[in-house]
T-cell receptor
């Protein structure tokens, strides 16, 4: 089965600083990968998804970007953080292609922007 | 616009009670409906439903999907304090597998 790794677990950053969150996947090849953000007391909002290396789709306009330099690596970045970027960031992986496979989540990164 | 709506948003019960959580959806190109349990960290997978009328069961938890009426329920019998969590419903609606999540139901089970 898939294992999703994320780091760091928690992060406190000042407004205007850059961000890089990394997600790696074990146990599968060519997965679909996803970045979600969860604000306090809210559901999960899909930010980006990727169906392959170099292929990124953005779901909502925002201050963040994503990249997939390798098959099992997915990176979430920002050049300048905003206060509104605070939240719980989750990386998820699912079956590649037209698949019914469930998504598995990483442990998440709790980001606080001060 | 695709959407997933869960109800109730929060629920407080006592140990031993049975609870039913609801999830309704409006999505194009429905593929599957998933239930997750979230306890302060990442969601953990509970069930994936793709066919109407077939109950999925795991211990005291069970779930069923009605694709005609566009909803699913998650039942928890003989609740325990360890069942306290946020329960998330999500629907997969395209070939990319991306999920649309509901707001979640916060369940608190009191001793």
């Amino acid at each position: 089965s898939q294992t999703i790794h994320q780091w760091p677990a928690t992060l406190v950053q000042p407004v205007g600083s850059p961000l890089s969150l990394e997600c790696t996947v074990e146990g599968t090849s060519n997965p679909n990968l996803y970045w979600y953000r969860q604000a306090a007391g809210r559901g999960l909002q899909l930010l980006f998804y990727s169906v392959g290396i170099g292929q990124i789709s953005s779901e909502v306009p925002q201050n963040l970007s994503a990249s997939r330099p390798q098959d099992r690596q997915f990176i979430l970045s920002s050049k300048k953080l905003l206060l509104s970027d605070s939240g719980f960031y989750l990386c998820a992986g699912g079956g590649g292609g037209a698949s019914y496979n469930e998504q598995f989540f990483g442990p998440g990164t709790r980001l606080t922007v001060l | 616009e695709d959407k997933v709506v869960q109800s109730p948003l929060s629920l407080v019960v006592h140990e031993g009670d049975t609870v039913t959580l609801n999830c309704s959806y409006e999505v194009t190109n429905f593929r599957s409906l998933l239930w997750y349990k979230q306890e302060k960290k990442a969601p953990t997978f509970l069930f994936m439903l793709t066919s109407s009328g077939i109950e999925k069961k795991s211990g005291r938890l069970s779930s069923i999907l009605d694709k005609k009426e566009l909803f699913s329920i998650l039942n928890i019998t003989a609740t325990q304090t360890g069942d306290s969590a946020v329960y998330l419903c999500a629907v997969s609606s395209s070939n990319t597998g991306k999920l649309i999540f509901g707001q979640g139901t916060t369940l608190q089970v009191k001793p």
